[in-house]
């Protein structure tokens, strides 16, 4: 059974950085994809960037999201952090059956318990 748990989420200033970590029960970096999706309070969930078994590493405008294959954690680094994206944030991991990855959220079979950004000054 995989098991996912985030760690990471704080309070920061608009401007500011901040990284998450998604740390698997198992190794998973050939078998999945890793999805980050965020929940803002009165909004649908969002997908955030997803990382695909076949790849250690991808960017996206402000977000970046790498594999650490030794610590079986995957992280989300954010910059330039805005209040919008204030949000719980979830890792997802989904079984890998292409070469990329995608967003949809029914492809997603393990999630985390979330980790809470807040953007405020």
């Known amino acids: 059974q995989l098991e996912l748990v985030e760690s990471g989420g704080d309070l920061v200033q608009p401007g500011g950085s901040l990284r998450l970590s998604c740390t698997s029960s198992?190794?998973?970096?050939?078998?999945?994809?890793i999805g980050w999706f965020r929940k803002a309070p009165g909004k649908d969930r969002e997908g955030v960037l997803c990382l695909s078994a076949s790849d250690s590493a991808t960017q996206k405008g402000r977000f970046t999201l790498w594999r650490d294959y030794a610590k079986n954690g995957v992280y989300l680094q954010m910059s330039s952090l805005k209040p919008e994206d204030t949000a719980v944030y979830h890792c997802?991991?989904?079984?890998?059956?292409?070469?990329?990855?995608?967003?949809?959220?029914?492809?997603?079979?393990?999630w985390g318990q979330g980790t809470q950004v807040t953007v405020s000054a």
């Open positions: 198992v190794p998973s970096s050939k078998d999945y994809n």
């Open positions: 997802a991991a989904a079984p890998a059956t292409s070469s990329s990855c995608s967003l949809d959220v029914p492809l997603y079979n393990y």
